[in-house]
């Protein structure tokens, strides 16, 4: 597998991502090499017959979900399990409950929890296995920043970041007057790096962006989106989006380039 041969150690999946198919994909791709990565899947988001999308964290679901993910991702144990939503509804104390019950069980090593301030839900504690939170974090999306570093600050848990590239943005292929195919779901006001002022103000830093890579004559642009990360909150694991195996080669590039301190603070507060 060429993703392990350059060095990536985690890979990141959800029992939601095609209903499935993303965890049987990689169960299938890793086969033999599933003990040298770490695997981190998520649970609570559900589909309905109708499609409907809704979140559900109950012990019957927990129990119904990670046995669907490990026969899928073909493994008898999930390195990191992760809530991907909360669903408002189960007391967070019974959610860690069971995903305890589940590492005591070994069918988990460790859990973590995905879009959810633990401190603005009153968890001041951090439960026995909890490894991580994950944001959407970027030079594009700095909303989360506060909370990262209230969840991270005592080094107990580590960040994933998601969203690294600014879906897509920061790759530098789109202009001001882009054009997504129209089943592009970027084309959605929700997607808002595509669009209207954020949009230009995007286009601007990326502008910025490609003046300091002068700097840089072994850098491309996305690798130095995804070093700021990394530089920038420190310890984090960025997650990335990979469709090609050209994209897999820039991407794990990343890791062998670095930003001088001024370079990280400037793009910093080019994005204030």
Not at 122 to 147: D, I, K, M
Not at 160 to 187: A, F, P, T, V
Not at 188 to 193: E, G, K, L
Request: net charge neutral; glycine share 8%; with cysteine.
């Amino acid at each position: 597998m060429l993703a392990v041969e350059r060095g990536v150690t985690l890979f990141d999946t959800a029992d939601c991502y095609g209903v499935g198919v993303s965890e049987k994909l990689l169960g299938a791709a890793l086969g033999k090499r599933r003990k040298e990565v770490v695997v981190a899947t998520k649970f609570g988001v559900r589909i309905d017959r109708d499609g409907k999308t809704f979140f559900d964290n109950s012990r019957k679901w927990l129990d119904e979900a990670l046995e669907s993910s490990l026969r899928r991702l073909r493994t008898d144990y999930i390195d990191l399990y992760q809530v991907h939503y909360w669903d408002m509804n189960t007391p967070l104390d019974e959610v860690f409950e069971y995903l305890v019950e589940k590492r005591q069980a070994g069918k988990i090593r460790w859990y973590g929890v995905t879009n959810l301030d633990l401190h603005e839900q009153g968890v001041t504690t951090v439960p026995e296995g909890l490894a991580s939170c994950s944001f959407e974090y970027s030079l594009v999306c700095r909303h989360y920043e506060r909370q990262i570093l209230s969840m991270t600050s005592n080094g107990a848990i580590g960040f994933l970041s998601w969203g690294s590239l600014g879906q897509g943005i920061l790759s530098g292929k789109y202009g001001e007057k882009l054009q997504l195919e129209q089943s592009d779901r970027r084309n959605r006001p929700d997607y808002v790096n595509f669009h209207g002022d954020k949009l230009r103000q995007n286009l601007r830093l990326i502008k910025a962006m490609r003046q300091r890579l002068g700097l840089y004559p072994n850098m491309t642009l996305p690798q130095m989106a995804i070093r700021w990360v990394l530089d920038y909150l420190k310890p984090t694991a960025v997650l990335v989006g990979i469709k090609t195996c050209e994209q897999l080669e820039e991407i794990a590039g990343a890791s062998e380039v670095s930003l001088t301190p001024e370079d990280v603070a400037f793009l910093e507060r080019m994005t204030i």
